[in-house]
């Protein structure tokens, strides 16, 4: 199941969410073109760039936390973050402001990487830890919060029967969170244990999912209060 819009309309161009859906592209597509598609290549700019669990813990390259946010691994990874900031992301930067907005996104693709980290198992802290998905379920984790009601277009695939279906925000995001919950533990009580085992980290998922939920209040809040004082402080100029 996957969502293809929302009838939700933004009230404002998000340009925030258009530059990072761009950005994100770029950056792939220089990693598997500009690199030439080499395995050698490919690691060497993911040594520099990919976030590494067992650095992170030295206290080494920790720029990684911020630029692993933009590579990802493949064109299904990179389609399906991207859909997703596509499809949650404008309500977002309309309602908290491009800067919020934008800083609200890293805050919470920085606590999906704490949380991924955290929860590591040793046999993989040496593994590559890279995409958006953390910092897109932070948007997610907002926009169930602020528009649970909203009704959001979904593609819903069973075997090869492909059937379109328009569902509410709060089943559709809350069956993914779901998902990831179960699939994160689903991992801890595995023979070899670890946080990313498959190749997806369940709990950058979570992480992100609740750091947003959490995040959007006070950060909405503030940006009522600063409308306010603007309306004050124009009242007094008069």
Do not use: C
């Not at 949650?88 to 805050?107: I, K």
């Not at 670890?194 to 995040?215: M, T």
């Amino acid at each position: 199941m996957f969502p293809i819009r929302d009838h939700n309309p933004s009230s404002r161009l998000p340009v925030v969410t258009y530059g990072l859906i761009a950005i994100n592209v770029a950056v792939f597509l220089y990693t598997f073109f500009v690199a030439n598609g080499s395995i050698e290549s490919i690691e060497a700019f993911y040594e520099q760039w990919a976030l590494r669990p067992d650095e992170i813990l030295a206290g080494e390259d920790r720029h990684t936390l911020l630029t692993s946010m933009f590579l990802h691994g493949g064109w299904m990874h990179l389609i399906g973050n991207m859909l997703f900031l596509y499809v949650f992301g404008d309500n977002l930067e309309s309602r908290l402001g491009h800067v919020r907005y934008l800083l609200y996104y890293l805050a919470a693709g920085l606590a999906a990487s704490a949380l991924q980290i955290s929860l590591t198992s040793d046999a993989e802290l040496s593994i590559f830890n890279l995409g958006a998905s953390g910092a897109v379920a932070g948007v997610m984790g907002g926009y169930i919060v602020l528009y649970p009601k909203a009704k959001v277009d979904v593609m819903v695939i069973l075997f090869i029967i492909m059937r379109r279906m328009v569902m509410p925000a709060w089943v559709v995001l809350g069956l993914w969170f779901g998902l990831q919950l179960f699939s994160g533990f689903g991992e801890m009580l595995t023979v070899d244990g670890g946080a990313s085992q498959g190749g997806v980290a369940f709990w950058a998922h979570v992480g992100g999912f609740i750091a947003g939920a959490v995040l959007v209040i006070p950060l909405l809040f503030k940006r009522s209060a600063d409308r306010n004082n603007d309306f004050t402080n124009s009242a007094i100029d008069l």
